[in-house]
């Protein structure tokens, strides 16, 4: 498995802001993932954070929205910009450790309120 | 496409009752297929997997067994615990993963 810390674990924003989370892992992984969680939903994935390159984001998010970094093999950050209600969710990051493994370890989530 | 259907929750039981949470999938290929667990305020955990037919996967009493034929991969555990409940989610893994709506558990002591 990996250990997964995500920053902050909480936050309540004002809408119109932004508000970057972190993630950290303990050790290199190939592949990093953000997923958002809304109340009482399960998760759909964001985008695949590529190191060295932009991120692959699904149908439904955009850059813009939602603008990624991953600097390194243990290091990732999403932003969520010009938040609204609507943004208020959980979001988690995960990792592969290997390429092509399947297995997806995750951090404990970031809850994110917006009013 | 791909996806997962699992069972309506809640599911509520008594304290070492027989747990079996229903899940089945839609997919291309041979999918990974993988149980978590997120406990009240916390991320996912996982739970347990099984990447080929007829493997069994398990771990902390609960077991899953991937039926190709009736394309499923139900959870049971045979005496469960108030510590169990917690939602969990099936998932599948087709190059990336495909989740679930997630079953709630919750254990009366």
């Known amino acids: 498995s990996a250990v997964i810390s995500q920053k902050p674990s909480r936050d309540i924003c004002q809408r119109g802001t932004s508000l970057t989370i972190q993630c950290q892992v303990d050790s290199q992984v190939t592949m990093m993932f953000w997923y958002r969680q809304q109340p009482g939903q399960s998760l759909t994935l964001i985008a695949t954070?590529?190191?060295?390159?932009?991120?692959?984001?699904e149908s439904g998010f955009v850059i813009d929205k939602f603008p990624i970094s991953r600097p390194n093999l243990t290091f990732s950050t999403l932003t969520v910009s010009n938040m609204s209600p609507e943004d208020s969710s959980i979001y988690l990051c995960?990792?592969?450790?290997?390429?092509?493994?399947?297995?997806?370890?995750f951090g404990p989530g970031t809850r994110l309120l917006v009013l | 496409g791909n996806s997962v259907t699992q069972m309506e929750g809640p599911v509520t039981l008594s304290e070492e009752a027989f747990l079996t949470i229903n899940c089945t999938y839609t997919?291309?290929?041979?999918?990974?297929l993988f149980w978590y667990v997120q406990y009240p305020g916390e991320g996912l955990q996982l739970l347990l997997k099984?990447?080929?037919?007829?493997d069994k996967g398990s771990n902390k009493g609960f077991e899953a067994t991937y039926r190709k034929e009736t394309t499923s991969f139900h959870l049971e555990k045979g005496s469960v615990q108030v510590s169990d409940s917690a939602v969990y989610f099936c998932?599948?893994?087709?190059?990336?993963?495909?989740f679930g709506q997630g079953t709630t558990l919750q254990v009366k002591p």
């Open positions: 998932a599948l893994a087709t190059g990336k993963l495909i």
């Open positions: 954070a590529n190191q060295g390159s932009e991120a692959t984001y």
């Open positions: 099984a990447t080929k037919a007829d």
């Open positions: 997919a291309t290929g041979y999918p990974s």
């Open positions: 995960s990792v592969e450790r290997l390429a092509g493994q399947e297995t997806q370890y």
